[in-house]
């Protein structure tokens, strides 16, 4: 079965650190993007990091640059999330999530597909003091 | 950055269709992807690409994309299909980014 799991989640004061992290089984770890996406206590869905399969590329929602890193370990199947000055708007429920792709040829000619499944159950995230 | 524009509601009949939309200048460039919350629960994708349904959702769903726009249709609606639905695609950056968006609380009556 295709399984994420979150953990390290806690409450934590303003300006503090955590680490999230995700295992991954089930799958090839090491073929797929893996993303990062939050939401805040009954918020819509926010993208925050993904990483490229071996780690080479690295992208961020722009109010998380320089504060979030992504990271990956490909021989133990999981992802992290280092979360450094953390504010009160970080509060949120943190879902890793794969990103499979796919490569698609029609009468309009080439197109990529990209989608997230599936996502892990989660880990809570509180900054307050 | 990017946004993607949904209407915060909609309510439908038992058995009616269900319409969502998503907007945004990025929708130009790339494809949405669409995902369906259920409270308490993570989202699960129901729909990518150009009309591309994920194993075990049925096909009463159905996605298509023209301009600036998304929009996923739900026939004969269900009870089941409840929630909160959001479109996601790839920013205008270029780049690997993606953004959500705002999101549509579906009703079904």
């Known amino acids: 079965e295709v399984q994420l799991v979150e953990s390290g989640g806690a409450l934590v004061q303003p300006g503090g650190s955590l680490r999230l992290s995700c295992a991954a089984s089930?799958?090839?770890?090491?073929?797929?993007?893996m993303n990062w996406v939050r939401q805040a206590p009954g918020k819509g869905l926010e993208w925050v990091a993904n990483?490229?399969?071996?780690?080479?590329?690295?992208y961020y929602m722009d109010s998380v640059k320089g504060r979030f890193t992504i990271s990956r370990d490909n021989a133990n199947e999981s992802v992290y999330l280092q979360i450094n000055s953390l504010r009160v708007e970080d509060t949120a429920v943190y879902y890793c999530?794969?990103?499979?792709?796919?490569?698609?040829?029609?009468?309009?000619?080439?197109?990529?597909?990209?989608?997230?499944?599936?996502w892990g159950p989660g880990t809570l995230v509180t900054v307050s003091s | 950055s990017s946004e993607l524009t949904q209407d915060p509601a909609v309510s439908v009949a038992l058995g009616q269709t269900i319409r969502i939309t998503c907007r945004g200048d990025?929708?130009?460039?790339?494809?949405a992807s669409w995902y369906r919350q259920k409270p308490g629960q993570a989202p699960v994708v129901v729909m990518s690409?150009?009309?591309n349904r994920p194993a075990g959702i049925p096909d009463r769903f159905s996605g298509s994309n023209s301009g600036d726009t998304a929009s996923l249709t739900v026939t004969a609606a269900q009870a089941e299909d409840e929630g909160d639905y959001y479109c996601?695609?790839?920013?205008?950056?270029?780049?690997?980014?993606?953004?959500f968006g705002s999101g549509t609380t579906v009703t079904v009556l």
């Open positions: 999530a794969r990103e499979p792709s796919m490569s698609y040829y029609d009468r309009s000619g080439h197109y990529m597909d990209y989608w997230f499944d599936p």
């Open positions: 089930g799958f090839s770890f090491s073929k797929y993007w």
């Open positions: 990483i490229k399969e071996d780690g080479s590329e690295r």
């Open positions: 990025s929708l130009r460039n790339s494809y």
């Open positions: 690409g150009k009309n």
């Open positions: 996601c695609s790839r920013d205008n950056s270029g780049s690997h980014v993606y953004v």
